[in-house]
């Protein structure tokens, strides 16, 4: 009953805000570092960031630094990405993925992925 829920995605303008949540269920949320995750369409899926298991410490991709932000709330569960000064570029399914470690849930290898949310950015 492993489970990865994304919530959050919408649609917005150039220059908005989103917040997007990735609830987990059915594994030991605090012994797993959680990703994030796009894919666009026509586009191999690539990693935005990572949080993660054992301090906190995080990633992010060249193409999101100074704009996103990943964090975590092991009380509730749940990750969560804060994106600020969206682009265009940035239209894509977000999915959440689970793995003990960022080095191999970056390289998409993660034991758990959710279904994904779209987020749309209209120029």
């Known amino acids: 009953e492993v489970q990865l829920v994304e919530s959050g995605g919408g649609l917005v303008q150039a220059g908005g805000s989103l917040r997007l949540s990735c609830a987990a269920s059915?594994?030991?949320?605090?012994?797993?570092?959680i990703g994030w995750f796009r894919q666009a369409p026509g586009k191999e899926r690539e990693g935005v960031s990572c949080?993660?298991?054992?301090?906190?410490?995080?990633v992010y991709a060249d193409s999101v630094k100074g704009r996103f932000t990943i964090s975590r709330d092991n009380a509730k569960n749940t990750v969560y990405l804060q994106m600020n000064s969206l682009k265009p570029e940035d239209t894509a399914v977000y999915v959440c993925?689970?793995?003990?470690?960022?080095?191999?849930?970056?390289?998409?290898?993660?034991?758990?992925w959710g279904q994904g949310t779209r987020v749309t950015v209209s120029s």
């Open positions: 993925a689970a793995d003990p470690s960022c080095v191999p849930l970056m390289a998409i290898l993660g034991d758990y």
């Open positions: 059915g594994f030991s949320f605090d012994d797993y570092a």
């Open positions: 949080i993660s298991a054992s301090d906190g410490s995080s």
